[in-house]
């Protein structure tokens, strides 16, 4: 049996080579340990906390790239939504440029796995404070695209008209009014209404409440002033024994509507006089009637300088409009159909 002296001489018998020895073990375990282990990569959005009374003034990373470290049956089931990256600024209360570190905050399916090991990229941001600050903005409707040949957007109105915007101070001073988004006109001829959004001017801004907006525009015809020369006067309901001794022409007539109404209206067969309560030959002084789109008046003429103002119509059924009173009047000379054939 070995006394007690010569196993501790045995023990310390070329110590250091023992020594190394082990140190060689040790590292060679550490080392297959490592092998051992696998990495997963992802991102996950970056949370700003105790933004109560600063917030950040310029662009910051908005996704932070996460590595998880450990074996494979850690490591592959946690879920990315359960890994959450942020920086706290709650406890700056001065304006000017801060470095903050990543925080990581397990929850969910990371909770309670021990071997996880969780590395961010980058460790730590850089981030110029302001001031949180709110003021309510006027907001204008954005158009693009014309509405249909002869209409036009009358009236624009937003509902509703003004919002609520918040950010850092000096970026929410810059702004005056805000837009919506592109509104479509694009070959529209009626009233419309469509449902916007508030175009947000910069991802640092925050639109407070509701950023939807109900635009609804007014669209009528383009309205326009036409005239017409040497018109043609027909005559209706003349006796059959009866005729004109010379065809009447209107002077010049002037008419106002929508354009594309009076670009379409002819002269021909919608200017007369009424000859029903005419028996006899004569000089008779008629007035003359017009048939115009519902939407269409008389100005006047420059011959008949006193007819200018509106003039009462009588709708008839395929929506024209003749008129019946106040309107200028031409002298005819009425004679025989025989009398006139005779004369030509």
């Known amino acids: 049996m070995l006394s007690k002296i010569k196993l501790q001489e045995l023990i310390l018998r070329n110590w250091p080579a023992k020594i190394l020895s082990v140190g060689c073990a040790l590292v060679l375990f550490v080392f297959y340990q490592t092998s051992t282990l696998e990495e997963r990569f992802f991102s996950v959005p970056l949370l700003v906390e105790g933004a109560d009374k600063m917030v950040p003034a310029n662009q910051y990373p908005k996704m932070i790239r996460v590595t998880l470290r450990g074996n494979a049956n850690s490591i592959y089931p946690v879920i990315n939504s359960d890994i959450e990256t942020f920086i706290d600024i709650g406890d700056t209360n001065e304006k000017g440029t801060r470095h903050f570190p990543v925080q990581v905050r397990k929850k969910g399916t990371a909770l309670g796995v021990e071997t996880l090991e969780i590395a961010v990229d980058p460790m730590e941001i850089t981030i110029e404070l302001d001031t949180k600050f709110s003021a309510f903005m006027n907001v204008l409707p954005r158009t693009q695209g014309e509405v249909a040949v002869g209409f036009e957007l009358t009236r624009k109105t937003l509902n509703p008209s003004r919002i609520r915007i918040e950010g850092p101070e000096g970026l929410v001073r810059r702004y005056t009014e805000l837009s919506t988004e592109a509104i479509d006109l694009e070959g529209r001829n009626a009233d419309f209404t469509v449902i916007t959004r508030v175009a947000n001017p910069d991802p640092l801004i925050a639109l407070q409440g509701e950023s939807i907006i109900e635009f609804h525009g007014e669209v009528r015809p383009v309205l326009i002033i036409r005239s017409f020369t040497a018109v043609p006067v027909e005559a209706r309901n003349l006796n059959e024994q009866l005729r004109f001794a010379e065809p009447p022409e209107f002077g010049e007539l002037r008419l106002e509507g929508p354009q ?60 024209r409009a003749a008129v019946d ?12 159909a025989q009398t006139a054939q005779t004369e030509r």
């Open 260 to 319: 594309n109404e009076l670009e379409a209206w002819k002269s021909e067969g919608n200017v007369f006089v009424d000859c029903a309560a005419i028996t006899n030959p004569g000089e008779y002084d008629l007035p003359i009637q017009l048939l115009l789109p519902a939407n269409c008046r008389m100005l006047g003429t420059v011959a008949e300088a006193s007819a200018l103002a509106a003039l009462n119509r009588t709708e008839v059924e395929d929506g």
């Open 325 to 336: 009173e106040m309107s200028p009047k031409v002298r005819v000379t009425i004679v025989t």
